[in-house]
């Protein structure tokens, strides 16, 4: 046990980045900087987020239950308020679904600040549901749902990596393009 304690230092310290100062950096401040960069992020990437309304049935925008907030299913929504509806395959191309995903990660980040009060509490986007209305023969479900995953990429970095499933589904409500939902770690 006396040998071992020493080697576990010396692994703790390697670890350790130095910054520039000479002063080693810890776990903690790293987090720090990352947390508080997520509203500069938007404003670097010159994204707004939108209002959101009431939700239109008996259900919430967000349920936070422990370290885990659960994001319900959203469509696309443009500024004017106009939904992006049709069929991937007869009616919208990949890149309009593409966009189409993209605009549902806004409106499910403004959910998530909406829910939190501020976006630097996010410690990781887990999981996204992704589901696309398409034609039976559509098979690039993936390169929609690429449209809200890279956006939060660019948005957390690596903790915007998250686990995805993205279907095809005969229909959506309203006849919507995309409908997505996620769960999201929090601090």
């Known amino acids: 046990m ?5 080697l576990l230092c010396c692994i703790f310290l390697i670890g350790c980045e130095s910054s520039p100062s000479g002063t080693v ?45 659960f994001l319900a299913g959203k469509g696309p929504t443009r500024a004017d308020g106009t939904r992006i509806n049709g069929k991937l395959g007869a009616d919208l191309t990949v890149e309009e679904g593409y966009e189409a995903a993209r605009l549902v990660g806004l409106q499910q980040l403004a959910a998530l600040k909406l829910e939190l009060g501020d976006l630097s509490r996010v410690k990781r986007i887990v999981k996204v549901h992704g589901m696309v209305n398409a034609t039976p023969d559509f098979t690039d479900h993936s390169k929609v749902i690429n449209g ?5 990429v660019e ?11 993205a279907v095809g589904m005969s229909s959506l409500p ?5 409908e997505i939902e996620a769960i999201v770690e929090v601090y």
Do not use: C
């Not at 948005?155 to 499933?165: I, L, W």
């Open 2 to 6: 006396k040998k071992l304690i020493p």
């Open 174 to 178: 309203g006849g919507m393009a995309v």
């Open 25 to 69: 950096s810890t776990a903690a401040e790293d987090l720090q900087v990352s947390r508080t960069d997520v509203e500069a992020r938007l404003q670097e990437l010159q994204l707004s987020l939108p209002t959101l309304g009431q939700p239109l049935a008996n259900y919430v925008h967000a349920v936070q239950s422990g370290k885990l907030v």
């Open 155 to 165: 948005v957390f970095g690596e903790a915007g990596k998250h686990a995805r499933a």
């Open 148 to 152: 809200f995953s890279d956006l939060m």
